[in-house]
């Protein structure tokens, strides 16, 4: 069973910033690609970014570009989400999410979810 755990949000002044991380146990990591999602209160979850198996090539959301870097670590079976520049628009529950397609991650889905982070940004 393949399982995705967030950590890393938290309450953040806007302009700062904040390292979320994905720790993913029970599956083969490299073989996932893995993406980054956020979800406003009675919004459908959205698309923030996506990393390719090795880690080389990234998607980004046009809100999030030049702010937000996703990145992963095979070692350890975790990716990671750095955001700066924090705005309070990005006051969202950010969820990981692991699949063996690309395309299917940066068109919103995935075959396994994470329980999500929190992230509040105060103005």
């Known amino acids: 069973q393949v399982q995705l755990v967030e950590s890393g949000g938290g309450l953040v002044q806007a302009g700062g910033s904040l390292r979320l991380s994905c720790a993913v146990s029970g599956g083969s990591f490299s073989r996932y690609v893995m993406g980054w999602f956020r979800q406003y209160p009675g919004k459908e979850r959205e698309f923030v970014a996506a990393?390719?198996?090795?880690?080389?090539?990234?998607y980004y959301a046009e809100s999030v570009k030049g702010r937000f870097t996703i990145s992963r670590d095979n070692a350890k079976n975790t990716q990671y989400l750095q955001v700066n520049s924090l705005k309070p628009e990005d006051t969202a529950v950010y969820y990981c999410?692991?699949?063996?397609?690309?395309?299917?991650?940066?068109?919103?889905?995935?075959?396994?979810w994470g329980h999500g982070t929190q992230v509040t940004v105060s103005s």
């Open positions: 999410a692991a699949d063996p397609r690309l395309g299917t991650i940066r068109a919103g889905h995935g075959e396994y």
């Open positions: 990393v390719s198996f090795s880690g080389a090539n990234r």
